[in-house]
């Protein structure tokens, strides 16, 4: 077993990790990454496929991610926009196409002012929501009993409004069904974009890429941290002091992170995982009743990103911007997302949640069939013979387990939200899927990264 000596030692090279690992050696610490996976990158991961260039993992920037933006700009990456001239589609719950531009899908009038006033309901509800705080909302414990599919009952009987403000935090974001997370959850995830409205506004929420793809912010990180990032080490074990006296704020006493290869002598660790994952390994001492409790209330969503690219963007001669969604459709949302300086043309198309359970119990030919059918119901059946077809599967990547992120089950937002990232004596905690602004996306990795840094160096 080699033995390596550092002050901080951080399991998870993401972008959450990375960026915690570079503030501190910045500051002047010694770091050591250790990565279960051959890559850097987590779960952004930038891949040639069949010759085409495809984002597997997470892609877009919008315009609220300072974080992120700043970080791109640290880095020397370039932006483009995502493609959105023209017409978008939407598919009814009859199964009409129907073209339209702006927000708001084109549905019956009353229909539409319902989805109006639902949003400005949820607008007035988010901007009363402390995004790092959601569990301090007077009504949280309350939010957090009702699941959101309940909540829209209670606010409207117009079920194509309801099924279509759901599918915005159900399908679209947290990807799980809307009868399982609480109107609590759904309330977090619109507050880390800042409000409702821009989550349902594709141009704001989806609004740019990154040219070379965004794996390079993890990988460029990396490289900045030279032969400290250790990749192919899953941690299995981490030794650490215990709490003195039980107290959650004792001292540190040092920890010692354990690979199959590898022992990593630190003053602290910093778990940079998804947080289904941090039960994995195995902690001597146990950690704390609250610590075990907790983590098995969070539960990955689950969704498939679908890669489609064609010899053209041939629905941009259509007049179509590529944009297209339906809750009643297999493919919930789709977009244009044909590579920056690319003659070729993709279209990304998501399948989420029980949608996704259905399609992976066929064989993957049917799978492919039913998805391009469903792409073919959007920009007709040119869209069914592609060069290159993908599905991103995170749902079997053993160090991720599902896509896109993690969210607490009913009422547990509220229970065990304020502990998820308490610091346990030198025990620290990162990821996207702890972050207030920012949950669940790039930017709210590197927030809670930047945070946990600043957090080690005001430890001492
Ligand atoms: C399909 C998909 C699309 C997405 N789209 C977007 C998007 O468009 N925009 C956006 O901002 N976000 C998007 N996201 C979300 C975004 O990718 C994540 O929020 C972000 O990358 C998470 O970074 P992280 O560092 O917190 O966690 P991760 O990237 O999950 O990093 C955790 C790391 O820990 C490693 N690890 C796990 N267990 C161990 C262990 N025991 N020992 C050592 N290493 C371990 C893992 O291998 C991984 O590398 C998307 C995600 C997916 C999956």
Redesign the pocket.
């Known amino acids: 077993m080699e033995r390596i000596d550092c002050d901080v030692v951080i ?9 915690v690992a570079n503030r501190l050696k910045d500051a002047g610490r010694s770091v050591v990454v ?4 051959e ?6 991961w930038t891949d040639d496929i069949d010759g085409a260039m495809l ?8 315009p609220d ?1 300072d974080a ?1 933006i700043e970080t791109l700009d640290e880095l020397g990456l370039d932006t483009y926009p995502r493609y959105r001239e023209g017409e978008n589609i939407y598919i009814g719950p009859d199964g009409e196409l129907k073209k339209f531009e702006g927000e708001i899908f084109p549905v019956p009038r009353e229909t539409e002012e319902q989805i109006v006033s639902l949003i400005d309901k949820l607008d007035a509800l988010v901007a009363e929501i402390d995004p790092d705080r959601p569990w301090a909302h007077p009504r949280a414990k309350e939010l957090d009993e009702i699941s959101f599919a309940h909540w829209l009952e209670t606010q409207t009987d117009d079920l194509e409004a309801r099924e279509n403000i759901g599918m915005f935090i159900a399908g679209a974001m947290l990807t799980k069904p809307a009868h399982a997370f609480s109107a609590l959850q759904a309330l977090l995830m619109a507050a880390s974009a800042g409000s409702f409205s821009n989550l349902v506004d594709a141009d704001f929420i ?1 609004d740019k890429r990154v040219v070379g793809g ?1 794996q390079q912010v ?1 990988l460029l990180l990396a490289e900045r941290l030279g032969e400290a990032v250790r990749l192919g ?4 074990t981490i030794r650490w002091g215990g709490l003195g006296q039980g107290r959650a704020d004792a001292a540190p006493t040092g920890v010692v992170a354990v ?1 199959d290869s590898l022992e990593v002598h630190a003053q602290h660790v910093v778990l ?3 947080p289904i ?1 941090i039960n ?2 195995s902690y001597d001492p146990p950690l704390p009743r609250r610590q075990q409790q907790l983590h098995q209330h969070l539960s990955m969503g689950f ?1 498939i ?1 679908v890669h489609a690219v064609y010899e053209t963007p041939f629905w941009r001669a259509a007049g179509l911007s590529g944009t297209a969604f339906s809750p009643y459709e297999l493919v919930h949302e789709a977009y244009d997302n044909t590579n920056h300086d690319d003659p070729r043309g993709t279209l990304v198309g998501f399948v989420s949640d029980e949608e996704a359970d259905g399609v992976f119990s066929l064989t993957p030919e049917e799978r492919k069939a039913k998805i391009l059918e469903s792409l073919s119901h959007y920009y007709g059946p040119d869209a069914l013979n592609p060069v290159v077809y993908y599905e ?1 599967d ?1 749902g079997s ?1 053993e ?2 387990r ?4 993690a969210s607490f089950d009913m009422g547990g937002l509220a229970r065990y939200g304020s502990d998820l990232r308490a610091p346990v004596g030198p025990i620290h905690f ?6 207030g602004k ?1 949950y ?6 590197i927030r ?2 930047r945070e946990v840094a600043a957090e080690i160096l005001e430890a001492g």
């Open positions: 399991v998870g090279a993401g972008a959450s990790g990375l960026t250790l990565e279960a996976r890559r850097a990158g987590g779960r952004l984002e597997i993992g997470g892609q877009w920037v919008s991610q992120l989806l965004l993890p080490q899953p941690v299995r690979t940079a995982l998804p994952l994995r390994i969704v990103k991103s995170w990547e160090w991720t599902g896509a896109y992120a990162s990821c996207s899927d702890m972050a920012g669940q996306h790039v930017d709210g990795a809670v990264g």
